[in-house]
């Protein structure tokens, strides 16, 4: 069993920047995979981005490449999500992930993820 707890949300207007983190309890957390996902009201969930465990490589959706940065610090369980130049379409609750199955385009799938935080909300005002 994983524990993950998001935090950093809040509202930001158009162009600003906020950090996310999100704390898992792992204790084997450098070998997760982890990954951000994002649901807005009345939308869908959709991948955001994810780190790998053992390389740190990173992937993103097509609308968040170039302004939000993923990272992880594996001695402190944590996982973060810079995100800049934010957009009122980034308004969305954002939840933190750890991946039962990784690779290629398995990280964009919800049905991958077998942990979930119960997310921190971004609201992006125009």
């Known amino acids: 069993q994983v524990q993950l707890e998001e935090s950093g949300g809040g509202l930001v207007q158009a162009g600003e920047s906020l950090r996310l983190s999100c704390a898992a309890s792992?204790?084997?957390?450098?070998?997760?995979?982890m990954g951000w996902f994002r649901q807005g009201q009345g939308k869908e969930r959709e991948f955001v981005a994810s780190?790998?465990?053992?390389?740190?490589?990173?992937y993103y959706a097509d609308s968040v490449k170039g302004r939000f940065t993923i990272s992880r610090d594996n001695a402190k369980n944590e996982v973060y999500l810079q995100m800049n130049t934010l957009k009122p379409d980034d308004t969305a609750l954002y939840y933190c992930a750890t991946y039962w199955r990784y690779g290629g385009s398995l990280a964009r799938l919800s049905s991958s993820v077998n942990y979930w935080g119960k997310g921190t909300l971004v609201t992006v005002s125009s």
């Open positions: 780190i790998n465990g053992g390389d740190a490589s990173t």
């Open positions: 792992a204790r084997t957390f450098n070998i997760y995979a």
